[in-house]
């Protein structure tokens, strides 16, 4: 069965701090990786995604997620973080089918 | 504008009452499904549809009912609640994530907090 794991229920960052959220999936054959931001209030929003091609994908906001198959990793970055970025977000995989397998989220906040 | 659109947004109700949630999306898409949002579990789906009069469990389907009588509306039907189902509810659509439409994504829907007590 298709699972993800996000390491970090939550995560505090300092403003201008690089952000690290952490993805892994497991899965035997080639997945396709989202990553989702929820904002207080409101529904889930995509970020980025990633299903073929190149493994570094850069999303909205400043995100990127670089594919790591030999890690099954797909961690969420952004070099300096900004105070809206305060928010849920969820790593999501998917393998060819419609069903999404969404992970328990990540709590981030931004000090400033 | 394309949207996911949900009603009603918060809804207090007592237990046994039959209730529904409605979801309507204005994108064409096939596919539409239901999750529940509970701290510390993620999203978990509860029904989805691949198209119309099409429509399969998911992961926590237990307690609800679903239709999919045209392709924009996907009601979430609650026949009896109980406080168990306390819990934030989101529709999402998407054409379809099928080799073939990889370019694509899930719209999400605005949520609805649902209270029964």
């Known amino acids: 069965a298709q699972s993800v794991t996000q390491l970090g229920s939550h995560v505090s960052v300092s403003e201008g701090a690089l952000v690290l959220l952490r993805c892994n999936y497991s899965s035997s054959v080639p997945p396709y990786l989202f990553w989702y931001v929820q904002y207080p209030n409101q529904g889930l929003q995509l970020l980025l995604k990633y299903t073929t091609g190149a493994t570094l994908v850069k999303g909205i906001n400043g995100f990127e997620a670089e594919f790591k198959k030999s890690e099954t990793s797909f961690h969420l970055t952004k070099p300096s973080a900004h105070m809206s970025d305060a928010a849920e977000y969820f790593c999501a995989v998917s393998f060819g089918n419609e069903k999404l397998t969404f992970g328990t989220g990540t709590r981030l906040t931004i000090i400033p | 504008e394309a949207q996911v659109t949900q009603n009603p947004r918060y809804l207090i109700t007592v237990t046994g009452k039959k209730l529904t949630v409605t979801c309507s999306q204005n994108m064409n898409h096939e596919y539409m499904s239901w999750y529940r949002q509970d701290p510390g579990l993620g999203l978990r789906q509860i029904y989805y549809s691949m198209n119309v009069e099409v429509t399969d469990k998911g992961d926590v389907p237990e307690g609800y009912k679903v239709s999919r009588k045209e392709k924009r509306n996907f009601p979430l039907i609650l026949e009896s609640p109980s406080p168990n189902q306390t819990s934030l509810y989101f529709c999402?659509?998407?054409?379809?994530?099928?080799?073939?439409?990889?370019?694509?994504?899930?719209?999400f829907g605005q949520g609805t907090r649902l209270t029964v007590v």
């Open positions: 999402a659509s998407s054409l379809s994530l099928r080799t073939g439409y990889m370019n694509t994504e899930a719209f």
